[in-house]
């Protein structure tokens, strides 16, 4: 076992993006925000970690998201493009890489970005891979190459929030169980599975919905960890960030010392389910704030009156921020004067969602300082073979060079 923490900066940012971050670690080379294992020249391309145990060591490869599997973190172990958002290039190298499985959310621009491309899903039939949209399907499914769309899909035609997915429903542990199952062979794999959805949540403000998918992604690394048990002298696990996402901290100046993080157990949706499921409704009815709170109580636990010491009870000045969110959602009234402070308190997302995911965070003792990426070091846990070479502060790109001297790729 062990602990170790990387830097995160890349060629052009303190606060860096996951392209170039994900770049660091497949390739050992940094690069601007935005690429994908391409230098800042986007001349020159890099082969990745995933790229050479398929070449050089005959190992078979499998890619896991629960984001869209043209995103760019699942993408800087296959494809190599000057911009993130070439989502429709970046599918082509998909299908290209010759990679056994891939498993997740749904591909972005599947027909192109006008929609006039011939379907990558197509495409990959066409060279050899099967591609499953079901999850009895998955479940049937024994060997690669294989394509394996989550059934359940969510908004941005991602996985499922962890406290949104309902009971039967895949989590990323099972495609990570199916994985294992079709990459094992004689000469080993490599496995990317990648937790994204805590990414997403953060970038919102949702505690309570990026603690679920870390517990989801502690699941998936769990099915890793059983497999090590009966591999032990020839598995290594590494389980790292690209970057921190949204400033997320222990300790609210609301709080002083003092954390109640069982609070966030009150909430039982996202603040994306919360949009498409409520919020919408609220806006074509226009909902009661009344009304609204009894879904804010049910669904947050948030409640305008209670008995004393109740910590979930909003105060005066809570449900002055809840009511102006809901003006602002419901009613599309300005909340402020001032557009500065309109981003400040709601971002680019729903500002009834929103202000109940702060509320209820800042609860609980906790807060983010952004909607985008810090620059913040990383951990770096690893289990298993040479997992000891991970220890100690270092840069994002030594990931790579540690995995290629062990393994002796060049």
Known sequence: EAAG?????????????????????????KTYSGSINVDETATISYETISEKVHEQLGMKVGVISSVNLNHATPAAFYAHQASRNSYYE????????????????????????????????????EAGYTVVKTQAEAEQVTSGPVIIVDEHLAHSDAMAYELDRE??????????????????????????????????????????????????????????????????????ILVTGDHETGGLTIGFAGTDYDTYLDLLESQ????????????????????????????????????????????????DYELEQLRAAYEKSVNGTAASQYEQEEYVLYGTYEPLSVTLTHIINNKSGISFTSYSHTGLPVAVLAHGVNAGQFNGYYDNTQIYHKLAGMLGIA
């Open 268 to 315: 039982k949706i996202s603040y994306a389910k919360f949009d498409s499921d409520y919020v919408s409704r609220y806006k074509e009815d226009k909902t009661s704030f009344e009304d609204v709170l009894k879904d804010v109580e049910a669904l947050f636990g948030l409640k305008p009156q209670g008995e004393e010491g109740d910590k979930l009870v909003l105060t």
């Open 90 to 125: 970046i599918g082509l190298e998909l299908i290209d890489s010759g990679f056994d499985y891939f498993a997740g959310g749904a591909l972005l621009k599947p027909d192109g970005a006008d929609g006039d491309k011939d379907n990558l899903y197509d495409l990959a039939k």
């Open 167 to 236: 009971d039967g429903q895949w989590a990323l542990a099972d495609y990570v169980e199916k994985g294992i199952e079709v990459l094992d062979n004689n000469k080993g794999f490599f496995m990317m599975c990648e937790g994204g959805k805590i990414d997403w949540a953060c970038h919102a403000n949702d505690a309570g919905s990026t603690v679920a998918d870390t517990v989801a992604l502690a699941d998936a690394v769990q099915v890793a960890i059983d497999f090590a048990k009966e591999h032990a002298d020839e598995t290594l």
């Open 5 to 29: 923490s990387a830097v995160t900066y890349d060629s052009n940012s303190f606060a860096p993006d996951s392209a170039s971050t994900a770049t660091s670690i497949a390739t050992g080379h």
